[in-house]
């Protein structure tokens, strides 16, 4: 589905609780936001939406967020000028790096030169196809997984300090991860969920890495084993191994409550699965 992208200036329009919006996305998934797109009345639900962060000082230019158009264009008021009527989209954006995190636009132009970044202005144009595959690959090295407070230090495989910085987020290690995804694979631990399998070439490789004794909790000699400290997990997953506990839960304990909540891999523990599951039991002997 083809791509766009949507300028924000913070300095022209700042009515939303950047922060506040970003802590909904990481609790349920998404945030629903219109947004005005000039004159583009094409864009159709499904297209890829890419939020560019303009403006000058701490607002430098950059990639900062990703959503999913969720409507056709339509008219609507215009916020700043109420009695002026503008084309807006409804955007769920499920994907959003803090302020001062975005990618830099030297890096988009970089990586993409045919888009000019420097100089983009408004909203709604359609990128480019051939750029959309470097646009996703760049935001996969730099994007919300690269910011994951859960990231391996550089220089800890195979050796090296653990360290906590400021911003209390760890710089990825590149080895340390490919050998821990070349031992366990690319799939949940937990739930067996594939981006690959479920988003075709977009997903291949990725899944969060996840340590399981968090990084705090390890002393400056520590030795990082890729195989047995890391494990992939899915964002999902992930978020649950940390939400509301000081130590994170173990993947034991997580596949315990997928199972208690009557859920396995990609379904629902009905009547009728267990009616199904009691069947199998009974014709291999075992009830």
Sequence with gaps: MAAIILGWNPRLWNDWNYEAVIGQVAETGQFLERWNVGQHRKIQPGNQAWLLLQGGGPHRRGL??????????????????????????SVAFDALLPLGSQIPSSVLSSEMPDVAWNTFHGSGRFIPTET??????????HGP??????????????????????????????????????????????????????????????????????????????????????VPLCANCHAMA??????????????????????????????????????????????
């Design 64 to 89: 900062i967020g990703h959503g999913v158009v969720m409507s056709e264009a339509y008219e609507a008021p215009q916020r700043t000028e109420p009695k002026s009527i503008a084309w807006y989209v």
């Design 145 to 230: 997984e690269a910011l994951e407070p859960c990231q391996t230090v550089p220089g800890t495989y195979p050796e090296g300090a653990v360290s906590r910085i400021e911003t209390n987020r760890y710089e990825r290690d590149p080895e340390a991860r490919r050998i821990c995804l070349a031992f366990h694979g690319t799939s949940c631990a937990v739930c067996t969920f594939s981006f690959e399998v479920s988003y075709g070439d977009i997903g291949k490789d990725f899944i969060h890495v996840h340590h399981v004794v968090p990084v705090s909790q390890l002393g400056s000699d520590y030795r990082l084993d890729p195989i047995a400290d890391l």
């Design 132 to 141: 959309e595959s470097g646009l996703q690959r760049v935001w996969r090295e």
């Design 242 to 287: 940390h939400r509301g506990v000081g130590t994170p839960r173990t993947v034991a304990e997580l596949r315990r409550a997928i199972a208690a909540s009557g859920h396995l891999p990609g379904q629902i523990v009905d009547d009728r699965a267990l009616a199904a599951q009691d069947a199998a039991h009974r014709i291999l002997g075992r009830r």
